[in-house]
């Protein structure tokens, strides 16, 4: 089992940066990849971004791509989301996922095992 707690997520303007964590404990060794979901008010959870544990793999959703970066501290534990250029179109729920036994980079919401509780952004324009 792998539990994952997010923080970092608060309001800012448009404009503006935030960067979120999430903190992984437990048989963290079993993960493979990890990824960043979103939901906003009345829609569904959205990937974000995932990134390749240990080494450099990443992939970006279009909508995020050159303005939002997924990094890891892999001695940490931890991974992060660094935003910059906030829109108030990434007002949502921030989560972070795990997955293990996968051999490809995983993107959609039931190709990960382990989510965390998640962290709320606010973006005012």
């Known amino acids: 089992q792998v539990q994952l707690v997010e923080s970092g997520g608060g309001s800012v303007q448009a404009g503006g940066s935030l960067r979120l964590s999430c903190a992984a404990s437990g048989d963290t060794a079993s993960r493979d990849s990890m990824g960043w979901f979103r939901r906003a008010a009345g829609k569904e959870r959205e990937w974000v971004a995932s990134i390749r544990i240990g080494g450099m793999a990443t992939s970006y959703a279009s909508s995020v791509e050159g303005r939002l970066t997924i990094s890891q501290d892999n001695a940490k534990n931890t991974l992060y989301l660094h935003m910059n250029s906030l829109k108030h179109a990434d007002t949502a729920i921030y989560y972070c996922?795990?997955?293990?036994?996968?051999?490809?980079?995983?993107?959609?919401?039931?190709?990960?095992?382990?989510w965390g509780e998640g962290t709320a952004v606010t973006v005012s324009s």
């Open positions: 996922a795990a997955a293990e036994g996968r051999w490809f980079l995983p993107t959609a919401v039931a190709e990960f095992d382990y």
